[in-house]
Nanobody, 116 residues
Framework: QVRLVESGGGLAQTGESLRLSCVVS?????????MAWFRRAPGKEREWVAT???????TYADSVKGRFTITRDNGKNTLDLQMSSLKPEDTAMYYC?????????WGQGTQVTVSS
């Protein structure tokens, strides 16, 4: 059974950085073609943040492009999200996601709060 566990969230001030990590268990991350980070801010719909393919090709939402970096660590079996130049509008619960047989698999999320 594939399981995703996010960590690394917390409280940051505007302009600071945080690094999120999603530990993948039950499967080798190399076998997953594409994984992604999403976020959901209070009162808003879930928003796609970034995607990383098996070949480490990354794509980003315009709102985070140039500030966030998504990477895979095959050795640690993790999907990471380095977040820099944080803004209050980045405040959200962040989730990693992987494709599953019955639909997307989600972790429990990690909260990021950015104060101005």
């Amino acid at each position: 059974q594939v399981r995703l566990v996010e960590s690394g969230g917390g409280l940051a001030q505007t302009g600071e950085s945080l690094r999120l990590s999603c530990v993948v268990s039950g499967i080798t991350i190399r076998s997953i073609a594409s994984m992604a980070w999403f976020r959901r801010a209070p009162g808003k719909e879930r928003e796609w943040v970034a995607t990383c393919t098996r070949s480490n090709t990354a794509t980003y939402a315009d709102s985070v492009k140039g500030r966030f970096t998504i990477t895979r660590d095959n050795g640690k079996n993790t999907l990471d999200l380095q977040m820099s130049s944080l803004k209050p509008e980045d405040t959200a619960m962040y989730y990693c996601s992987a494709p599953g047989d019955a639909g997307p698999i989600w972790g429990q999320g990690t909260q990021v709060t950015v104060s101005s």
